[in-house]
């Protein structure tokens, strides 16, 4: 294939530009080079691989669940067998991983190879020995071919990180790094084009911007039958992806889907609830099961914005759409679902009031997440700010539910203070005293200008608008149009 060609087809390619030139500085390299490649499941990381190098020669070898390692050299001396050709090496036996890495070195020293070791954690056991046995081969063997490129991946970034990036056996090997994330809306937006900003949004809120979950909905001919078809069929695929998702990221530990299930339960919860949860469960790290939690994506971590980052107030919740979706729409009538019970009429699982209502609360998390886009519409990206939600002590004493959805505290002295509406009808004038309640409760000790925001995926009524209360609306329309890059951004407080 020409240079021309390969271009065009990174241009097809939706997103991942700079993941894309990652991979090409990690091939075209004059030396040998490890790429580090991971994310959760079904993010599009091996579609990203062979997408780059598919004119590389490519030995890919997978690992698979619950195997032993002898069952998983077994596996790849099969895989090796097939992507060099030679089914005499299916006669051969490896007693431990060095002895096959080194005959693998002998078979590419020279000219231009990708190793590929697809689903890491499984092939090492969420072991130490794999990658330090691969790393001895490496120093002395494979490295010394200058065309070759080591690509390890894996689905589950807490090991990945912690016991390949980070470890002592690969540290500073001539080592890239991609940390794939979901699509952004805006790259959502691309991949599911010809929908209304409504559509796309909601399937973005529901499922988030994993790309295989999104091809899910595409086939559908609108994004609520597809979720409901999807979901609420026997052996829909989101129906049985949760489970898949946790095998494929912790393997068996329950410590993790404890946190995640309890976090299900409540809209969120402080570090001293999780503790007290995690210990009736039988003990555990809570500190690392959290950070391995956040590292994933499952949940986040925050504070509000005028709070330090180690505060007492830190809440936690789920952070990926799709399993808060799952725990509060699929989980319920896992019985009915598997029994068949919504075959012929999926979409009467879905009680639209309530999903409606989920859909507000998820939007919410979607705008403080993305705080930068609505900085960048109301036009003050460029002055430096702390953006959060807003809620302390007295606020909670007097309302325990009491939250306001989003604030900046801005340097040129102005707290904008946002309010967030996903309703199907244009927000009407009761916002304003909904508003007003929250802003009593809401210090102001520099006295600083209040500006107002109403961020509704609708618009305001006539009779609100006619109010003149708030210095700026902002609807769906504006979010999709924005110019700002909403790509890799992090809740920022």
Not at 30 to 48: C, F, H, M
Not at 64 to 70: A, G, M, R
Not at 347 to 361: D, P, R, V
Not at 464 to 493: N, P, V
Request: glycine fraction near 4%.
């Amino acid at each position: 294939m020409t240079k021309r060609k390969t271009e065009l087809n990174h241009v097809q390619f939706i997103g991942r530009t700079s993941e894309i030139k990652t991979i090409e500085n990690a091939s075209n390299s004059s030396e040998a080079n490890i790429l580090v490649v991971y994310g959760r499941r079904r993010v599009g990381k091996t579609e990203l691989i062979e997408h780059v190098l598919s004119q590389r020669g490519l030995i890919k070898l997978e690992g698979v669940e619950n195997n032993d390692s002898k069952a998983q050299r077994y596996r790849v001396v099969y895989q090796l067998s097939k992507a060099l050709n030679d089914k005499q090496i299916t006669h051969m036996h490896f007693n431990t991983w060095m002895e096959l890495f080194d005959f693998i070195a002998e078979k590419i020293s020279e000219g231009k190879w990708t190793l590929y070791f697809e689903e890491v954690q499984w092939l090492a056991e969420y072991k130490n020995e794999f990658i330090s046995d691969l790393k001895y081969v490496w120093d002395n063997a494979l490295r010394r071919n200058p065309e070759l490129l080591l690509v390890l991946c894996g689905s589950s970034p807490s090991f990945m990180r912690n016991q390949v990036v980070h470890s002592k056996a690969l540290y500073n090997r001539s080592m890239y790094e991609i940390n794939l994330k979901e699509f952004s809306i805006r790259e959502t937006n691309e991949f599911l084009k010809n929908r209304s900003f409504r559509e796309i949004m909601d399937a973005y809120l529901t499922i988030g911007g994993i790309p295989e979950y999104l091809k899910r909905l595409k086939k559908h001919s609108s994004i609520q039958i597809g979720i409901c078809e999807e979901s609420f069929k026997k052996d829909s695929y989101f129906s049985n992806e949760k489970q898949r998702i946790f095998i494929s990221s912790f393997a068996s530990n329950v410590h993790y889907e404890a946190i995640v299930d309890y976090l299900s339960q409540v809209k969120f919860a402080s570090k001293q609830d999780l503790e007290k949860h995690i210990h009736a469960k039988g003990g555990g790290s809570l500190t690392n099961v959290l950070k391995d939690l956040e590292m994933c994506g499952f949940i986040e971590r925050y504070v509000p914005y005028q709070a330090v980052e180690n505060s007492n107030l830190v809440r936690y919740c789920i952070a990926d759409n799709y399993l808060r979706f799952y725990f509060k729409f699929i989980a319920p009538l896992s019985s009915r679902i598997q029994q068949g019970d919504y075959n012929n009429a999926p979409l009467q699982a879905l009680n639209k009031e309530s999903y409606q209502k989920w859909l507000g609360f998820s939007f919410e998390q979607f705008c403080r997440k993305h705080s930068q886009i609505i900085a960048a519409i109301i036009g003050f990206s460029a002055v430096r700010y702390k953006s959060g939600a807003f809620f302390n002590r007295n606020s909670i004493k007097e309302n325990s539910g009491y939250q306001i959805d989003l604030i900046f505290d801005r340097a040129d002295h102005v707290l904008t203070v946002c309010e967030i509406k996903y309703t199907i009808a244009k927000t009407g004038v009761e916002v304003i005293e909904e508003l007003e309640k929250k802003l009593r409760l809401m210090p102001n000790q520099h006295n600083k200008t209040i500006e107002k925001v109403l961020i509704s995926a609708n618009g305001a009524s006539d009779a609100l608008l006619s109010q003149g209360y708030f210095d700026r609306i902002i609807t769906l329309d504006a979010i999709f149009s924005s110019s700002y890059t909403s790509r890799g951004l992090k809740l920022e407080i």
